[in-house]
């Protein structure tokens, strides 16, 4: 059997006894170089997939190529020339670029080429701050959008979108120079700046740009001196007609421990919010992560994963490198157990809950910010018999209580009452949009979170 024979039957053993997207992301790419003296050489795409299959697979392919020789063979891997290239690309890519143009050098390593405005998914809790970084990116330095600062919540983007707009910079006129660097890094310059005498250089590496994308300014709290330090770059960038963009945890307006006239300069330009994704934008952002990674998730699992996880873009994609892995490790397909179990974990014991009536009365007034003892209690005003309502129907939909029970739970009704109120509610789900849609989401959110 020569060696390609011997490989491509393995092949076929492997994508048998392994998941589906197991064997595509990490059997399949595997082509086989040569055989001899029972060594059998196979060469993976890069260093990346060489280290993975050496710590979880290298047992499994020995097996199956040996179960298919019918005896022993060693097996030795080897990384494709051009795996092998672009590591060394990478690694000298600071030199050889050096020589060419200094500030191209300094991009290459200061961005990540993976954060670019067509990776960033656009949804209504983004979109200005997109649209605003656009086009910053298309004409830097003007006027009103001078400076640009862009903020929000942890996870939501801040740091890709200010990394996208360097890149696009970069990529329009490649002599654009762009310095990028987290408000830490900022400092840590600073202070070696001073500290091995060389400030000038510390100005010079800053002040020698045509746009500086500054990360996490909220770093900058209570640190005086550099806070002074930044003013004077800040303000000769803007006086020489210069882009400036910010990130920063919240509204600039609203950071304490930093110099008002910083402050007044951060607030004369555009800023710009990310809150945090809604249902469609997390669920276009779990299709396009899963993607990215080969991973083919049905819709019922990314229904699952956007519902539950809401707050954060970061946390959506570490849960689908979760169940990625979970899933290769264990050997099993992804299904919608292996799903709930991932998504639990991420989330900690108590958000996926058995379901029970508090739970659901909790979740209505979560939503209708009615409180829960009002919902179980006796008012018959009209927003909270509302709420009432929709969480009586909610019980006896998702959980079944019968209405005896149900009826002690609501505030010691009889009950009539309860078949009343559900059969209202029945009645508004159909006909009034409003708390039709509402009933839908609960339900989609405590369906999930059943069994
Ligand atoms: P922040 O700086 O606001 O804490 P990041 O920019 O580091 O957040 O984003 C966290 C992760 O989520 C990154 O990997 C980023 O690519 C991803 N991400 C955030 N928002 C989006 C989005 N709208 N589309 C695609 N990926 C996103
Ligand atoms: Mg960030």
């Not at 996208?164 to 400092?187: H, L, Q, Y």
């Not at 304490?256 to 910083?262: A, E, H, P, S």
């Amino acid at each position: 059997m020569n060696h390609l024979e011997l490989w491509k039957k393995s092949k076929e053993q492997l994508k048998t006894a392994q998941p589906q997207h197991a064997y595509s992301t990490w059997f399949d790419p595997i082509k086989s170089i040569g055989l001899s003296e029972e060594e059998l050489v196979l060469e993976v795409p890069n260093q990346f997939f060489f280290e993975w299959i050496h710590t979880h697979y290298k047992d499994t392919i020995k097996q199956e190529v040996e179960s298919v020789y019918r005896g022993e063979v060693k097996i030795k891997y080897t990384v494709s020339p051009e795996g092998r290239k672009s590591a060394v690309r990478k690694s000298t890519e600071g030199q050889s670029t050096a020589r060419n143009n200094q500030y191209n050098n300094n991009k290459n390593k200061q961005l990540n080429e993976k954060y670019t405005l067509s990776s960033f998914i656009e949804g209504s809790n983004n979109q200005f701050a997109k649209a605003a970084a656009n086009n910053v990116a298309e004409s830097p330095g003007k006027q009103s959008f001078n400076p640009l600062v862009i903020y929000g919540g942890v996870g939501l983007g801040k740091t890709h979108l200010l990394h996208a707009i360097g890149n696009k910079v970069f990529k329009g006129e490649k002599n654009k120079r762009v310095v990028c660097a987290s408000s830490e890094k900022f400092t840590l310059d600073f202070i070696s700046s001073i500290q091995k005498n060389r400030t000038v250089e510390f100005s010079k590496s800053y002040r020698n740009t045509d746009i500086l994308l500054i990360d996490d300014i909220q770093f900058f709290q209570g640190k005086e001196q550099t806070q002074e330090q930044f003013f004077h770059t800040f303000n000769e960038l803007f006086q020489a007609g210069k882009q400036i963009v910010m990130t920063a945890d919240r509204y600039p307006g609203e950071m304490v421990g930093l110099q008002d006239r910083l402050l007044s300069r951060f607030s004369s330009g555009l800023s710009a919010d990310i809150q945090p994704p809604d249902f469609e934008t997390r669920v276009a952002i779990v299709m396009e992560k899963a993607e990215q990674n080969g991973l083919k998730l049905s819709y019922d699992i990314i229904e699952l994963i956007g519902t539950h996880i809401k707050n954060n873009v970061r946390e959506l994609e570490s849960t689908i490198i979760r169940l990625l892995a979970h899933s290769s490790l264990a050997k099993k397909e992804i299904d919608i157990h292996l799903a709930k179990k991932v998504v639990k974990e991420r989330l900690g014991s108590s958000a996926i809950y058995d379901i029970t009536a508090e739970e659901i009365v909790r979740r209505v007034s979560e939503t209708t910010r009615i409180k829960e003892k009002d919902i179980v209690g006796t008012s018959r005003k009209m927003e909270i018999a509302e709420a009432r309502q929709i969480s009586i129907y909610l019980c006896r939909e998702i959980l079944g209580t019968p209405l005896v029970s149900l009826g002690m739970y609501f505030g010691g009704r009889d009950h009539s009452t309860i078949l009343h109120s559900y059969r209202v509610m029945e009645d508004k789900t159909k006909k009034d949009q409003r708390i039709g849609n509402l009933v839908k989401e609960l339900r989609r959110e405590l369906s999930f979170s059943a069994n």
